[in-house]
Nanobody, 122 residues
Framework: VQLVESGGGLVQAGGSLRLSCAVS????????IGWVRQAPGKERETVSC????????RYADSVKGRFTISSDNAKNTVSLQMTSLKPEDTAVYYC????????????????WGQGSQVTVSS
């Protein structure tokens, strides 16, 4: 299984960034892709996730209304569009996959991407 992320970078508060995750090698077609972030000194947090079976999505309260997760099944890609970014969104963002419930805690994910740094300056 491979999860390869792209995107991220440095942006001013109020700006936008897009993260993408190319997914390959998952055996079953019923899985969940999540975006999990970890800020310095903080625990990992699942900010959003999407089901491959029915495209159901879920968001953490901290990003609801600002982040949008989407999937392109033809390209096996999951993206996270982040708008109205805040300095507290600064973190390493990981794309992760699991076969369980929608938006499981970070400890439940089976496969992880390499992580992508997102830095929001004030």
């Amino acid at each position: 299984v491979q999860l390869v992320e792209s995107g991220g970078g440095l942006v001013q508060a109020g700006g936008s960034l897009r993260l993408s995750c190319a997914v390959s090698g998952l055996v079953h077609d019923d899985y969940v892709i999540g975006w999990v972030r970890q800020a310095p000194g903080k625990e990992r947090e699942t900010v959003s996730c999407i089901s491959s079976r029915d495209d159901r999505t879920r968001y953490a309260d901290s990003v609801k209304g600002r982040f949008t997760i989407s999937s392109d099944n033809a390209k096996n890609t999951v993206s996270l569009q982040m708008t109205s970014l805040k300095p507290e969104d600064t973190a390493v963002y990981y794309c992760a996959a699991e076969y369980g419930v929608l938006c499981a805690p970070p400890s439940e994910y089976d496969y992880w991407g390499q992580g992508s740094q997102v830095t929001v300056s004030s």
